[in-house]
């Protein structure tokens, strides 16, 4: 667990080991605001329990008041009846996945507390504070979104940003870093077209830390920008596809 941010109302904190060496390693995101908390990408069920436990250790379960799962994945949102059946927070997530998403168990009764999340974004009230959900289509999935918390002024990225194998919480050189995004980006992300509008679409948000689902934080302006700019010039998915179907360059 790590406090990446806190002043005298608000905190973020994330977890980045709860999952098992067997597993894909996944982080889970807490924004608090006052007595509220929204929970970001909360996992399946080997890490349901272990999280469950460490946000009970900081607040009270029942102030859990939002879930949001940035795409569809199970080391996202498998263990989504467990939350919802122990609070009474309501999920979001894209339209496109709300009847899919039962498949992974979630009660008939609780069917109606899963909120679609309109294609162009929208925003959540935690308390006072206004959370932005930031489209971000084919990034992977063909249903997805970020969130930006204009507090922390942290941008959560999900899946883009991802590293793996980098051991760090909080990447220290973004030029070094690129090799642990590199292959994961290529053979992830749908491809540049997307990437450009993404990047257009953020990079003049004030961001202080982007926050992936898997992997390290990256931190600090400079390392901000250079991450965009690299997103920006990535060759990826379809741009990668020869005429047999081949992956290159990966």
């Not at 302006?221 to 992956?247: P, T």
Request: charge should be negative.
């Amino acid at each position: 667990m790590l406090t990446i941010f806190e002043n005298s109302e608000h905190k973020n904190i994330f977890f980045n080991d709860l999952t098992s060496e067997t597993m894909v390693q996944a982080n889970q995101h807490l924004i608090i605001h006052k007595d509220e908390v929204l929970v970001l990408d909360p996992g399946g069920h080997k890490v349901y329990p272990k999280l469950l436990s460490e946000i009970g250790k900081i607040i009270p379960i029942s102030k859990i008041k939002y879930l949001f799962f940035s795409h569809q994945d199970p080391d996202i949102v498998a263990a989504a009846n467990g939350w919802l059946m122990v609070t009474d927070a309501k999920a979001y997530i894209t339209g496109l996945w709300t009847r899919f998403i039962p498949h992974f168990g979630i009660d008939d009764y609780l069917i109606d507390r899963l909120i679609p999340i309109k294609d162009e974004g929208d925003t959540l009230m935690l308390g006072d504070l206004k959370i932005n959900f930031i489209p971000a289509h084919f990034l992977h999935s063909p249903g997805n979104f970020h969130v930006y918390d204009p507090v922390s002024k942290i941008l959560y990225t999900g899946d883009l940003g991802a590293s793996i194998g980098c051991k760090d919480f909080v990447v220290e050189d973004i030029d070094d870093h690129i090799k642990y995004m590199e292959a994961f980006h290529k053979r992830y992300i749908a491809s540049n077209k997307v990437l450009r509008i993404w990047v257009d679409m953020v990079k003049n948000l004030d961001v202080d830390i982007i926050a992936p689902q898997h992997g390290s934080i990256i931190k600090g302006k400079d390392n901000i920008r250079k991450f965009l700019d690299w997103l920006y010039n990535l060759q990826c998915g379809v741009d990668l596809i020869s005429d047999n179907m081949k992956i290159l360059s990966i």
